[in-house]
Nanobody, 124 residues
Framework: QVQLVESGGGLVQPGGSLRLSCAASGRTFSDYAMGWFRQVPGKEREFVAAISWRGAPLLYADSVKGRFTISRDNAENTVYLQMNTLKPEDTAVYLC?????????????????WGQGTQVTVSS
């Protein structure tokens, strides 16, 4: 059984940083792309970033380019999202996703497995 467990969320002031982690188990993690999405109540799930099986290519939403960095450690079966210069509009539940294919995708239907999410709140 595949499991994705996110951690690292919390409350941070505007301009601050957080690092999210997603620990994966139950399949050969290194063979598949991984992604991060976010969701706000009442809105559709939004793509944030994705990383292909060998670490490239990377994909980012325009809203986070230059501020967020996705990375993965295949030896540790973990994917990370470093979030810098956070803004109030980044407030959301951040979800880790396990892809069906090796290349990164912005489309959520290309991800088969989902974590429960971790809350990120950016507020002063």
């Amino acid at each position: 059984q595949v499991q994705l467990v996110e951690s690292g969320g919390g409350l941070v002031q505007p301009g601050g940083s957080l690092r999210l982690s997603c620990a994966a188990s139950g399949r050969t993690f290194s063979d598949y792309a991984m992604g991060w999405f976010r969701q706000v109540p009442g809105k559709e799930r939004e793509f944030v970033a994705a990383i292909s099986w060998r670490g490239a290519p990377l994909l980012y939403a325009d809203s986070v380019k230059g501020r967020f960095t996705i990375s993965r450690d295949n030896a540790e079966n973990t994917v990370y999202l470093q979030m810098n210069t956070l803004k109030p509009e980044d407030t959301a539940v951040y979800l880790c996703a396990g892809g069906m294919y090796s290349l990164a995708s912005t489309r959520d239907h290309n991800y088969r497995y989902w974590g429960q999410g971790t809350q990120v709140t950016v507020s002063s």
